[in-house]
């Protein structure tokens, strides 16, 4: 039933709404309200009672076809009549459902063209304009329980983003190719050919190519693979052609085992969080400190149970775009700069679109300039946090490096094998920050033993724990901004298990 009487905000201003309140909707337990239903067991006339965030109640009065809203500060002002409207049966529209039919379906054959210089800027067009209707567009609805899968319809850039990015910037059938076709190299000197002929335009090797390349956006089996990721896959192949391999059956009950266990610790946590007291803002007391260290662990729960895959699914796209831009600018491979570069490109991709999947379900809860705000402070933050670890680590690093070369100056005796095996990583000494930091890693091992070693990373661990602790804040309010942590799974385990039922 729609809620319909007396309605009074204290929010910001007194105001008097006689009808339907235009901020309630069919779900009572929709928006910052909350509402109770009252029955006269006498009439049987049904009372609404509307209890707003502060707390202001009101009884209803008869109920009305329209709408009437007054300020009472200035009685005089008065709305036009808002006439009664069933929501959910004006948003379900083919033309709301339309984009998010046409979006997995304009990604399956953004590959199948040949190339051109009019297929990037069509397919990208295309692509960022149904992005963007998914995104804006009413159905599902923000409300209740399609609020979840509004939300998850937003993230469809995941899949959106390689696809960009080998558009725009690659050529997909000159720079991609399985490895798997790849000709065995030849014996004898002749060298290995660097890659196999591209498919043939217009053919049905080239549109299996084509759904293959859109299908794996982490590139598993592909030249553009991460290196673990085909470095399991080739050690998978091998055990198999061995007849050690473990077969894919084990395979799938190990991901279904793996994908049971995070939906009980999301289960766990969204328990935990409907109990937990989460504050509006930082303030400087150990209650307040607590509470919101308390919200960022959950946080970080819900993240390692599905942030992962994500991240295996943005690295790629994002060092793509990075690679680019540090090819245009002619700056040089492994340098400080140009992992700068990595950082801000990776870490500005993740606030646009994290701002972007959450703006979808913001409407009503969060205003959308905070939300800007909170995901660009966090994610820009961590680029300035990570260069500055890299470039005290590689300091560290080179003085251990310094006090290795004097001590061997000195005539220590070592061992002259783990002495050969340092030579080779040492010899050539890098200005690189990553290998200034493996070099002072392998050294500090060695000579000042295990002790140390552990004291530099217990430093590390309590500086990443400090930092994120005041900065994840930003990530967290965010999300419960949107009131998330009031969505429910479908099946509670945990809540039916520990939970008595009355």
């Known amino acids: 039933m729609t809620p ?13 709404c006689v009808g339907q309140d235009p901020t309630a909707s ?31 109640i009101a ?47 304009l990604l399956l054959i953004a590959y199948i063209p040949p190339p051109s210089r009019f297929r990037a800027p069509i397919f990208v067009t295309l692509l960022v304009l149904l992005q963007w209707r998914c995104t804006v567009s009413p159905w599902p609805l ?29 050529t997909p059938e000159r720079d991609f190719w399985r490895v798997d076709d790849v000709p065995k190299p030849p014996v004898g000197p002749e060298t290995e050919p660097a890659r196999p002929p591209p ?35 080739e050690s998978i192949r091998k055990d198999n052609a061995e007849g050690r391999g473990k077969g894919k059956v084990e395979f799938v009950v190990r991901c279904l085992g ?45 993240t390692w149970c599905g942030m992962t895959m994500q991240f295996e699914l943005v690295t790629a796209p994002c060092l793509g775009f990075s690679r680019w831009i540090n090819q245009r600018l002619h700056i040089p491979r492994r340098s400080p700069v140009a992992y700068a570069v990595h950082l801000v490109t990776a870490f500005a991709i993740s606030a646009f679109f994290h701002t972007l999947s959450l703006a979808a379900v913001s409407p009503g809860y969060y205003p959308v300039r905070d939300l800007v705000s909170d995901m660009s402070i966090f994610f820009m933050l961590q680029p300035i946090a990570t260069m500055a670890e890299m470039m005290v680590m590689a300091m560290f690093a080179r003085y251990i490096w310094a006090q290795d070369s004097n001590g061997r100056r000195q005539g220590d005796n070592r061992n002259k094998q783990q002495d050969q095996a340092v030579e ?56 419960t901004g949107v009131r998330m942590q009031e969505w429910q799974l479908p099946f509670s385990v945990l809540g039916w298990l520990l939970i008595p039922r009355r």
Not at 4 to 16: A, P, T
Not at 28 to 49: C, L, M, S, Y
Not at 143 to 165: C, I, K
Request: hydrophobic share 45%; glycine share 8%.
């Open 59 to 105: 009884t209803s009065v008869p109920p009305s076809k329209h709408t009437v809203l007054m300020d009472l500060q200035h009685p005089l002002t008065m709305m036009p009549p808002i006439p009664q409207t069933t929501e959910s049966t004006t948003t379900a529209t083919p033309l709301n459902i339309l984009p998010h039919i046409l979006l997995p379906i």
């Open 424 to 479: 080779t990583t040492s010899n050539e000494r890098p200005s690189r920050p990553f290998c200034a930091v493996v070099m002072g890693r392998e050294l500090l091992k060695r000579n000042q033993g295990i002790v140390i070693l552990s004291a530099c990373r217990f430093v590390g661990y309590a500086w990443v724990v400090s930092w994120f602790w005041v900065t994840a804040w930003w990530f967290v309010k965010a999300y």
């Open 4 to 16: 319909e009487g007396l309605f009074i905000d204290v929010h910001d201003e007194f105001s008097l």
């Open 26 to 56: 069919e779900n009572p337990d929709v928006g910052p309200q909350r509402q109770q239903r009252q029955v006269n067991e006498e009439g049987g006339d049904v009372t609404d009672v509307l209890i707003n965030t502060n707390n202001a």
């Open 258 to 302: 793996r994908a049971a266990r995070s939906y009980l610790v999301w289960d766990g946590v969204m328990l935990a969080v409907q109990k937990a007291v989460i504050p509006d803002g930082w303030a400087w007391n150990w209650l307040t400190i607590g509470r919101i260290g308390f919200a960022e662990v959950l946080m970080l729960l819900v």
């Open 199 to 233: 498919p043939k335009e217009w053919s049905g090797p080239k549109v299996r190519w084509a759904i293959n390349l859109f299908s794996t956006p982490r590139g598993v089996g592909w030249n553009f693979g991460g290196r673990g990721v085909n470095a399991q896959r």
């Open 142 to 170: 923000n409300t209740g329980e399609s609020r979840a899968l509004r939300y998850g319809l937003s993230t469809s850039w995941l899949f959106v983003l390689p696809v960009l990015q080998r558009l725009t910037v690659n």
